[in-house]
């Protein structure tokens, strides 16, 4: 999903502001109706997704300050969190200038209300546009870029966003549904690779500049120094982690800036998610995945989205020679997936045992998913920066 930021002119009086978010309200208002008629039970909905659709799915916890009323009662999210992304207020100038960029492109900047000519475009030429405003230079491209530009605004009348997400989740404008909230051990890497990061001032320039192509909401170069002072320079203690000294051929700061990335934008997030809901009552379970996908890369680790495989049961068909360790793993989280569907509680009721998951409560328990050795650990690593990062308004909301 991408998510729009039209001028005010291209959107008076209309709710066009998060055409993204909106759009699944709907269907899960369709499925309150009709699931009955395909054997299903309205009462019994769970939301799930990985990356940008754990990111919407979290975001629909957040409709009218939480009062879903029942439109779902459960979420599993896979590598994004409701405060994954820094949301921004509208007409953001950097957000305005991708919008006027896509409006050029498509011929509808000077129509009298380009948003609407705009979603008359033909689909080539939008999708042309799209392409065309992530560009960056080479010096900033990495091979995962995202399309960051692309994420809600917040305004006191939206029936999401009507403050930052962090701000939403800390003072309960939230459902309280159980959820499990989990990441990839490499969170980071996909994002990095390619990109020139051999000095500290690379880093900082990446995360703070201010491009339609590439844009983090920040712009406070202090606060990112100081969170640097937080992760070594040492290539040992960099993502993909457990690698040593390698650098994988990649910049000298490679493996300290996928760290940071994925720290900035997935790990701070999800233990925000957690300890918050915590504290208002909500049963959550988190994992964090440390077995290699197929197909591994060695410089990308146990990298976004490797886990898909696993979740959708297919690591069998994308790999044949697959071991059986890893096949084991894959039915397990396969069954706590399905157990917590139907109990809201990953944990076996029937006949077939899988190692116990506790809920993450005030201990932080976080089970680690790698074959042969699923084991509740602590989720401490790097806990004062995450921490730092959760506490700082000028990198995290």
Partial sequence: MSYASPTREGCRGRRWSQPGTQRP??????????????????????????????????????YHGGKIEGAFRGMILESGSPSTLHVHKPNDPVREAAFKFIANATGCLDAPSPFECIRSAPSNVLAQANDDVIKVDPYYHGAGQAPTIFVPTYDPGDDFFTDVPSKLLHSGRFAKVPFINGDQLDEGTVFINGTSMNTEQDIINWLTVRLPGLYFGLSNVTAVRELLKLYPTDPAAGSPYGTGNNTFGQGAQYKRASSVMGDLTFEASRRDHHATATKFGVKTWSYVMKEPPPNFVPLLGVQHGGDIPFVLQSLGVINPNAPEAALELMRTIGDYWINFAYNLDPNSMGSTKRPNWPQYGVSRKTLQLVASNITSVEDTPRQRATDFIIRNPDLYN
């Fill in 25 to 62: 309200a709907p269907c899960l208002e369709w499925i309150q109706k009709n699931i009955k008629y395909f054997g299903g039970d309205p009462t019994k909905v769970t939301i799930f997704g990985t990356s940008a659709g754990a990111i919407s799915a979290g975001y629909q916890s957040l």
